[in-house]
């Protein structure tokens, strides 16, 4: 589906894409200010996001002509919130303690490569010659700006398990975006996508329930402040801003306006962290996101985009 691509929508879905590419900005600040854990941080993030995804959960569920979600249905929207915000959003907290907030961009964003990768292997849909183009595009871009990373960053004995981490994030989250286009038409986006973080939530609580003492947690008031930020900052209103330009500009010109994510990153993570920019990283950087635009561009649905 083509929508005009107007103004405001543009405006919309450009600063939206900016506020999510904040996201690792605020973890790594997070990470070198509080020294907390992985699971710590993305529970407070989920923890300060879930009565946003409460709220929208009622209202949406209490709209008329709401379709009734089957339990097989249930099943699957829990399993792909699992995978999209619980278990790839761990991986990718994790790999941001060791590596540098523009490589973790660069790599995450490899994820439509391999939604494609998948829908190829497991349902068999063949690919084309642009998309073959574009996956070497993307994986060439992945090598040289790695290549000159770990050529920068020599001194970093967890550098290669952190990269695995967020290939590990990126791949997860690819099996939550092939779910979703399988069930979002049935269940409705904004539905699907307030139920999936809320399963996640439920994922991520257990979790720190589980490896972690509730009494000896100390909420303060650094803690807090980096919490709320990547809760409501990089998380509930640019999801809010990305689905509202869907609806007004359509899928495919929000997904060209969102491949600003990694070069918003590496500017922030440059002027914020400290975080050097080099050719290699430039060069990679411009590969895969032309590589990613060209899978976009021969997208013909229209549902929405999540983002990370």
């Known amino acids: 589906m083509n929508k005009k691509l107007n103004l405001a929508g543009f405006g919309i879905a450009l600063f939206g894409a900016i506020l999510f590419s904040t996201k690792a900005i605020f973890v790594k600040l997070a990470f070198h200010a509080t020294h907390t854990d992985a699971i710590t941080l993305l529970g407070l993030r989920m923890l300060f996001s879930f009565p946003f995804y409460v709220v929208i959960a009622v209202v949406s ?3 008329e002509g709401a379709v009734s979600i089957t339990p097989k249905q249930w099943f699957y929207i829990g399993l792909m919130g699992l995978f999209g915000y619980y278990i790839s959003s761990l991986f990718d907290f994790i790999g941001l303690q060791y590596i540098t907030a523009g490589l973790e961009r660069l790599i995450l964003f490899l994820y439509p490569t391999f939604s494609v990768l998948i829908n190829t292997l497991i349902f068999k849909i063949k690919l084309n010659r642009t998309q073959i183009i574009a996956l070497l595009l993307t994986y060439l871009g992945i090598g040289l700006a790695y290549y000159g990373e770990f050529k920068l960053d020599t001194s970093n004995p967890n550098f290669l398990f952190g990269s695995l981490m ?30 999936a973080m809320l399963f996640a939530t439920l994922g991520i609580f257990t979790h720190y329930a589980i490896s972690k003492p509730l009494t000896g947690f100390i909420f303060t008031p650094m803690l807090i402040g980096y919490g709320s930020a ?27 306006i969102t491949s600003i994510g990694p070069v918003s990153t590496i500017v922030q993570a440059h002027y914020i962290l400290g975080e050097k920019i080099f050719t290699e990283q430039i060069a990679g950087t411009f590969l895969v996101v032309i590589g990613v635009l060209l899978i976009g561009w021969k997208s013909n649905s229209d549902e929405t985009i999540p983002n990370k």
Request: hydrophobic residues 40%; glycine residues 6%.
């Open 61 to 63: 569920s209490r709209k």
């Open 166 to 195: 967020i290939f590990l994030c990126s791949i997860t989250y690819s099996f939550y975006l092939v779910g979703t286009g399988r069930l979002v038409n049935k269940v409705g986006s904004t539905r699907y996508t307030t139920y």
């Open 230 to 256: 990547l809760a409501i900052i990089a998380t509930v209103i640019p999801s809010f801003m990305i689905s509202y330009a869907m609806k007004n500009i359509g899928s495919n010109n929000v997904s060209i």
